[in-house]
């Protein structure tokens, strides 16, 4: 049995790293206004394709000013 709190070893680790999906996460703080963080969310989701087939998961991190029409965008 493991010990709570240690690391398994690195041939256990790296075995179940396939088991993982890696996320891409885009946080740009207060730097937009709603319309322009609203433009680039549309602008990621158009680019990426909708998200469809990418190997990673993508998150946008808007500020809280911005969820709203980057939802929308979304």
């Given amino acids: 049995s493991k010990t709570p709190g240690m690391q ?24 937009l206004l709603r319309a322009e963080a609203q433009a680039l969310a549309k602008g990621l989701v158009d680019a990426l394709g909708g998200g469809q087939g990418l190997a990673a ?18």
């Fill in 8 to 31: 398994a070893p690195r041939h256990e680790r790296e075995s179940n790293m396939a088991a993982y999906r890696r996320l891409i996460a885009g946080n740009w703080k207060m730097n």
């Fill in 57 to 74: 998961d993508v998150a946008l991190c808007p500020p809280f000013t911005a969820l709203g029409v980057v939802g929308d965008a979304i």
